[in-house]
């Protein structure tokens, strides 16, 4: 779809793409942003093969670089199974001294119109400050709980299965065999991302070269990965090795329960570790009904993927509904406008039509349900959307379930 974008306001930035010379000044930026010192030249090498060419953008104060933004190439796992092209966004921020002047809103605007350009049905990103995002369309799309549990309390019940086999793997071990299972698991539910090469120099390469990073995975009776965990241990907290330490997990993948079990096991008996903290794992995750104790486990609800629908019409005949009547639901994009209209949702499909609305929802709004996180009755009764018809919210809440909980379970 040929998106057209509502025109910027006049601002003292000029707005482009960043040249591969200027790849270095785009990473220093970012990091200033987040209070953080510039990568020296051994982990520069490494952190430039985390930015696709053509995909970096700068906001420029005269010929200083003061904002910028990029992304990596991705694509969405939808309710019903389809796939489609997204835009994983990261490495965001603008400099102190020029905040609050338009030069994020030029950057975003940018890059949402580039994404357009490419064919991305979606911009997604992880939100430091998600204040920011809602006004240029950005919905909370998946919701997640960081996990953390008392090794010493957590034993497993006896009836609770095993599947295989985990093994620690070394660092180039991990660099080829995760990248060829990760697709095998990706299919489990919707919310789930593809994984570039790029992830995986920011996600694993990076992280095992430059601090220790271990990477352990799951193999079935087959000797096949169909799970793994990367996770970084944490430092004694004094010299007397009988107090444990801790470690994060901050990649938990599983192709089933079981697996996700095992893995669970192989955490939580790993010597001389007090605690273990599991960051975004899904909302259903059963742990403290595995567990003698449930008490354990210490769980925090938190956002996960913001999501930025930037092909309303494909997005919305892409994915699956549930059973319900039809609803004609009224999308309202004030950036990208080509999406503003109404469509005729129903578990037959999705198509334009000029019939009435019952619902009237912004762009940002339908980022919260489209994978349905979030159900449309909730965000009428707060005033998120509007209902014409408040008897289509039951039909539009069935529509818009699924059967799990999206999720997508990879930082960036």
């Given amino acids: 779809m040929t998106q057209t974008l509502v025109p910027a306001r006049t601002t003292e930035f000029e707005f482009r793409a960043v040249e591969d010379a200027e790849l270095r000044v785009a990473n220093d930026v970012f990091r200033e942003a987040l209070h953080d010192e510039p990568l020296d030249d051994e ?62 809103t030029g950057l975003v605007r940018l890059q949402l119109a580039e994404c357009a350009a490419a064919g991305e049905v979606f911009a997604t990103l992880h939100a430091s400050q998600p204040t920011i995002y809602g006004r240029f369309g950005y919905g909370l799309g998946t919701r997640t709980r960081t996990m953390r549990v008392r090794c010493a309390r957590a034993r497993m019940r006896p009836e609770v299965p095993t599947a295989g086999t985990v093994r620690l793997l070394t660092k180039d071990e991990a660099l080829t065999l995760l990248p060829e299972a990760y697709p095998r698991l990706r299919p489990a539910r919707a919310g789930m991302m593809g994984r570039s090469p790029a992830w995986w120099v920011l996600g694993y390469e990076r992280r095992m070269e430059h601090g220790y990073f271990r990477a352990a995975a799951h193999h079935d009776p087959d000797g096949v990965v169909d799970g793994f965990v990367g996770y970084r241990p944490g430092p004694f907290p004094s010299d007397d090795p009988r107090v444990g330490a801790s470690i994060a997990v901050l990649d938990f993948m599983a192709a089933t329960q079981e697996v996700a ?30 567990l003698v104790d449930m ?11 913001w999501t930025r629908v930037v092909d309303v019409p494909t997005a919305l005949a892409s994915r699956t509904y549930g059973a319900a009547d039809p609803v004609v639901v009224e999308v309202v994009d004030p950036l990208l406008p080509d999406n503003s209209g109404r469509y005729l949702i129903s578990p037959h499909g999705t198509d334009r039509t000029e019939a009435r609305p019952a619902l009237t929802m912004s762009v940002e709004t339908l980022g919260w349900v489209y994978l349905g996180a979030w159900r449309p009755s909730d965000l009428a009764s707060i005033g998120r959307l509007t209902a014409h018809d408040p008897a289509a919210l039951p039909a539009a809440d069935r529509l818009f379930a699924t059967d799990r909980p999206a999720w997508c379970g990879s930082l960036f």
């Fill in 295 to 305: 008490f354990a486990v210490r769980s925090e609800p938190d956002d996960e993927l």
């Fill in 261 to 290: 079990t095992d893995l669970w096991r192989f955490l939580l008996g790993i010597d001389l570790i007090e605690e273990v903290t599991v960051y975004v794992r899904p909302t259903d995750d059963p742990l403290e009904a595995m």
């Fill in 43 to 104: 982990k520069w090498a490494s952190a430039k093969r985390t930015y696709e060419p053509g995909r970096t953008f700068g906001a420029f104060a005269g010929p200083t670089m003061v904002g910028t933004t990029t992304s990596l190439t991705s694509s969405l796992a939808l309710p019903g199974g389809a796939v489609l092209p997204m835009a994983a966004v990261t490495a965001v921020g603008v400099r102190t001294d020029h905040r609050r002047r338009g030069a994020l």
